[in-house]
């Protein structure tokens, strides 16, 4: 007997006995007074076996029919078997429409050795942080560099922007590696379809801070994406461990697993395919994990700006002083003014070279665009020799220095070290084994 079967026949002894009233034992099992009345004739005529549910042994009536469960079982291991309980599932209820429990499921996959046991979660030693109250107050930014695509196209990294308050994923791109224009241009996309965000947080990749080793003038630095975010209003936070933004870390799980299945599923084996196709598994993905905000209202607050000019903010802006004939030179580019009317203003003027991979560069002066030309500058550059030449060099270097002089020349002479005397002077000599530093009078 289970201690529920010791509980119901103790109560019931007492109902028997005269010592307790049937509505007081009804409310005391937790059954109705009809149910009472039956289980005290049952102890009347049968016993404490007479208590005992005459369902024991036999199978449950709402058990999956074992047909159905060897068809779910087939399907799971031809199609979905690197695939977890709660994610087969919803497969099979989406494309084969058998509708199973998640227990249902693991359970069978765990018989069918589709299914290993997971250890428990470990001891948190990091406290949970509170939700931000409104969508738009918090968005949580990573890049997950992984093999999104098994094998059908190179590794790559999936940048991705969730928010903070509802989970809800908000942005999402394939690109070949984190990079600040890569950032920049999901910023971009998210900015147009969602508004201005109240605050960005992300790790501290050098991307969003600078990293220096001394640190003394890294206060005063600013990298290109957060001066693009002061610009824009937003503020820029860096967490101090991958768990402060557990976030956008457990979703970054999540993504490597599910996102690769579907993506192998749909067929899709390159990155502008899933780029494409990203808006969809969003829809899909937020639907399934997305939650309530604790407030109703939007913190996005509306871009009013128009599309070119923000283009101009998320872009690279690289400070330059024009010369005196209105040049400037920027990775082996000679970037010429053309002045209409204020050409000697423009001299020695500082000047920004805005660059940005999908539009023109520009030339920024006092907030003006300035009409350029642009010309590739020649670049000088030694000939490479290889080390067997190297050796020959050193020798026709080492025969046109002064032959050496004789003992007895002035130049050999001692000087003295006394005040108001030239001390003596360090040179290189070359030889061609090594360097030698020696001091000469």
């Known amino acids: 007997m289970t201690a529920k079967d010791v509980l119901r026949s103790q ?31 049952r102890l009347q005529d049968e016993g404490a076996e007479g ?40 497969k099979l209820d989406e494309l084969h429409e058998i509708k199973l429990s998640v227990e249902t499921v693991r359970q069978a996959m765990l018989r069918a050795g589709l299914w290993k046991a997971r250890r428990g979660a470990g001891i948190r030693t990091h406290a949970m942080r509170e939700r931000r109250a409104r969508r738009g107050e918090l968005i949580q930014i990573d890049g997950s560099p992984h093999d999104w695509f098994e094998g059908r196209a190179p590794r790559c990294s999936l940048l991705v922007f969730i928010d903070d308050a509802t989970s809800e994923l908000l942005a999402l791109r394939f690109v070949d590696a984190e990079t600040t224009f890569g950032y920049m241009g999901l910023l971009e996309q998210y900015i147009l379809e969602h508004g201005l965000p109240a605050a960005i947080y992300s790790d501290r990749h050098s991307i969003f801070q600078v990293n220096r080793g001394d640190r003394q003038d890294a206060s005063h630095a600013q990298t290109q994406f ?45 990155q502008e395919a899933a780029n494409a196709w990203l808006p969809q598994f969003m829809r899909a993905l937020n639907r399934r994990f997305a939650v309530m905000p604790s407030l109703p209202t939007d913190a996005h607050v509306p871009y009013t700006g128009t599309h070119a000019a923000l283009r101009r903010i998320l872009s ?66 030694q000939v490479a020799v290889d080390g067997k030449d190297v050796n020959s060099k050193v020798d026709r270097a080492l025969s046109r220095r002064t032959p050496p002089q004789p003992i007895g020349h002035p130049w050999k002479k001692k000087m003295s070290n006394a005040p108001g005397t030239t001390p003596p002077r360090a040179e290189f000599v070359q030889t061609k084994a090594h360097l030698l530093l020696v001091a000469t009078p």
């Open 51 to 90: 208590l005992l549910s005459k369902k024991r042994g036999r199978p449950s009536n709402r058990r999956t029919p074992p047909d159905v469960l060897a068809k779910a079982i087939a399907l799971i291991g031809a199609h979905y078997a690197d695939f977890g309980p709660t994610l087969a599932c919803e």
């Open 316 to 381: 690279v802006h690289t400070p330059r002083r024009l010369s005196s004939n209105l040049s400037c030179q920027l990775e082996g580019l000679l970037y010429q003014i053309q002045p209409a009317d204020r050409g000697l203003a423009l001299r020695g003027a500082d000047v920004t070279i805005v660059t940005h991979p999908a539009s023109a560069t520009e030339v920024l002066w006092q907030g003006r665009v300035l009409p350029h030309t642009l010309s590739s500058k020649a670049v000088r550059q």
């Open 11 to 41: 109560v019931m002894a007492q109902v028997v006995e005269g010592k307790l009233d049937q509505a007081s034992a009804a409310a005391r099992l937790g059954i109705s007074v009809r149910q009472v009345k039956r289980l005290k004739r």
């Open 226 to 270: 957060a001066r693009a975010l002061e610009q824009l209003g937003i503020e820029g936070i860096q967490a101090n461990s991958p768990q402060a933004k557990g976030r956008v870390e457990r979703a970054n799980q999540t993504l490597q697993d599910r996102l690769v299945k579907e993506m192998r599923l749909q067929g899709i084996s390159s």
